[in-house]
C-alpha cells in the first residue's frame, strides 16, 4: 500500500507536468487522476501513514 500510494502520486504529477496547464482541465483524464491520487492519500492514508502502521503491527 506504501509503494502504490507513492507510486500512484508520482505517476499523477508527472502526467500534469507532461501536459503541463492543460492537464488539469475536464477534457484531459489527467486531471482526474491527479485529483483521485490526492484523495486516496487522505481518505485511505499516505505512504508515511502506511510504513508507520506496518512497523508498529511488527513491533517496531
Do not use: P
Request: charged share 25%.
Amino acid at each position: 500500500k506504501a509503494k502504490l500510494s507513492e507510486v500512484f502520486f508520482l505517476v499523477s504529477n508527472e502526467g500534469i507536468q507532461m501536459h503541463g496547464g492543460i492537464g488539469m482541465t475536464d477534457e484531459f483524464d489527467v486531471g482526474f487522476y491527479i485529483k483521485r491520487a490526492r484523495v486516496a492519500q487522505q481518505f485511505l492514508g499516505d505512504a508515511a501513514f502506511h510504513r508507520d502502521r506496518y512497523a508498529s503491527l511488527n513491533g517496531f
